[in-house]
C-alpha cells in the first residue's frame, strides 16, 4: 500500500496540479464569457445578440473534444499557435461559458417583469435596475446550476489529454502502462476526481450561503 | 409650479394595441391638478393600461400624453429618455402586487431611489423613510424583510416607497385587490389619510366602490377601452345616464 501510493502518487500529484490549472483558468474564463453572453443574449442592441447567440448555440451544438482539436490543430494553419495548456483553458471556458450564459440569461428571466416595473416607475435607468434589483435576486438563482457546470468543467479537463498535456488521466495512463497495476490505479485516480467535485461543491455552497445571508426564509 | 389651466395628465387621441388587439382607441382623459379621480370599470376594459401608459411602462401606438405638460408622447413620437425620466419624476405608482424588492430590507425599498435618483445622502434618506413608515404605522417595520410582512403592511411599504420621490401624482392599481378582506381596510385608510392631507393628484384604479364614493372628486366608468361616463361620485353611482353604467353598478353594488 505504501510502495503503492510512493511510486504512484507523485505523478498522480503532477497531473492534479495540471487538472487544477485547467479547472481554475477555465472556470474564470467560463465566468466571464457566460456573465457577458448572459447580458449580450438579453440585449435590446441586436450587434449585441446576435453573436452572443452565435457563440452560444456553436459551443453548445458541437463537441467539446472536436472544439479543442480545433483549437490545437487546425488554428495553426490559419498562422495561429498556442500553448496547449492555454488551449486547453480557452477552449473549457468557451465550452462552460456558453452553458453558463444560459444560466446566467434564465435566472435573469425568471426575475418577475413586475421588479422592472417597479424600478422604472421609481424612476431608476435599467442599468441601475438590472445592478441593484435584478442581479441579486438572480444570483442566488444561478448558484446550484453554476456549480453543476464547475464539475462538469473540471471532469472535462481529462478531455485535454488528447492535446498532449499530462493532467491527472494522462498520468494515470502513463503510470498503469508502466506498472500494469490497472485497477487501483484508477480506482486511486477516481477518488481524486470524485474529493475533486466535493471540494468544488462545497465551495458553490459557501458562496450560496453568502449571497442568500441577509435575507430571512427565503426559498 | 403648474399653472391652473394645466392638467396633471393628459391623454388625447391615445390609440394602444398589443399585436391585432387594440385596447384604447382615441382615448381622451385628463386628470386635474390636485384632482382625485376613480378609475372604474370592468375587468380587461384597459383601466391599468391607462395607468401603465402614464408611468411610460408601455408604447402606444398614437396620441399625446402629457404629465404637467411634458410630452411623453406627441402624435405618437416618444420623448428621448431624458424627458420620459423628467416626466416619471413627478409620478408615483403603487401597483396590484407590490412588487417590494425582496432582498432589501424595508428601509432599503423605501431609501434606494431616493439615494439613487435624488442623490440625498444616506441618513438624509433613512429619516424621510422612517417618517413615511411612521405615516403608514410601520415605523417599526423598518428592518424587516418584505417577506415577514402581511399583504396589507407590504402594500402600505409600497406606497411609502412610492411617496418618498415626492411625486406630485400617485397612481394606484387596484391596490387591494391582491389583499385578504381583514387587510383592505388598513390600505384603504392610509389612501384616505393622503387624499385628505395633500394636494397631489391621484388617480386610483378600484374596485371599491363604497371607498370611490367617497374618495374621489371624480368617477370615470371605462368600458371597452373608452371612457363611458365621468361624473361627480353622486351623480355617476347615485344617477347613471348610461346604460353599460348602470349595468356595470348593479353586478358590482348588488342592491
Ligand atoms: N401584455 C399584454 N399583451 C396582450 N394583451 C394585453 C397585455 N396587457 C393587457 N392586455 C389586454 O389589454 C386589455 C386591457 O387590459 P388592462 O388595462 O389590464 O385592463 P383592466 O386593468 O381594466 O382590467 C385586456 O383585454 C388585456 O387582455
Ligand atoms: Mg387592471
Known sequence: ?219 | MSSIAEPALEFRNVTKRYGETTVLEDFDFQLGAGEKVALIGPSGSGKSTVLRIAMALEDIQGGTVRVHGIPLWLDGVAADRAQTRRARARLGMVFQHFHLFPHLSVLENLTLAPRLVNKKKADEAAEQAIALLRRVGLEDKAQAWPEQLSGGQKQRVAIARALALQPDIMLFDEVTSALDPEMVGEVLEVLRELGETTSMSMLLVTHEMAFARQFADRVVFMDGGKVVEAGPPEELFGNPREERTRQFLSRVQPM
Open chain 1, 1 to 219: 500500500m505504501i510502495e503503492f501510493l510512493q511510486t504512484h502518487l507523485p505523478p498522480l500529484v503532477a497531473g492534479l496540479r495540471v487538472t487544477l490549472q485547467l479547472t481554475v483558468g477555465g472556470g474564470i474564463c467560463a465566468l466571464v464569457l457566460a456573465a457577458l453572453a448572459g447580458l449580450a443574449r438579453r440585449s435590446s442592441r441586436r450587434w449585441l445578440r446576435w453573436p452572443a447567440t452565435v457563440y452560444v448555440e456553436v459551443f453548445r451544438g458541437t463537441s467539446a473534444m472536436v472544439q479543442l482539436f480545433w483549437f490545437y490543430f487546425a488554428l495553426p494553419f490559419f498562422g495561429v499557435s498556442l500553448p496547449a495548456l492555454v488551449t486547453g483553458v480557452l477552449v473549457l471556458g468557451l465550452n462552460s461559458g456558453a452553458y453558463g450564459a444560459e444560466v446566467v440569461r434564465s435566472a435573469i428571466d425568471h426575475v418577475p417583469r413586475g421588479q422592472w416595473e417597479a424600478g422604472r416607475a421609481l424612476n431608476l435607468s435599467d442599468q441601475r435596475i438590472l445592478l441593484r434589483i435584478v442581479l441579486p435576486q438572480a444570483l442566488p438563482m444561478m448558484l446550484p446550476p453554476a456549480g453543476n457546470l464547475v464539475v462538469e468543467l473540471m471532469k472535462n479537463t481529462a478531455l485535454v489529454s488528447l492535446i498532449t498535456l499530462s493532467e491527472l488521466t494522462f498520468a494515470a495512463q502513463v503510470q498503469r502502462a508502466a506498472t500494469l497495476e490497472t485497477v487501483p490505479l484508477f480506482a486511486l485516480t477516481l477518488l481524486i476526481y470524485f474529493v475533486l467535485a466535493q471540494v468544488l461543491l462545497a465551495g458553490v455552497r459557501r458562496i450560496e450561503h453568502y449571497v442568500t445571508r441577509h435575507r430571512g426564509s427565503r426559498a
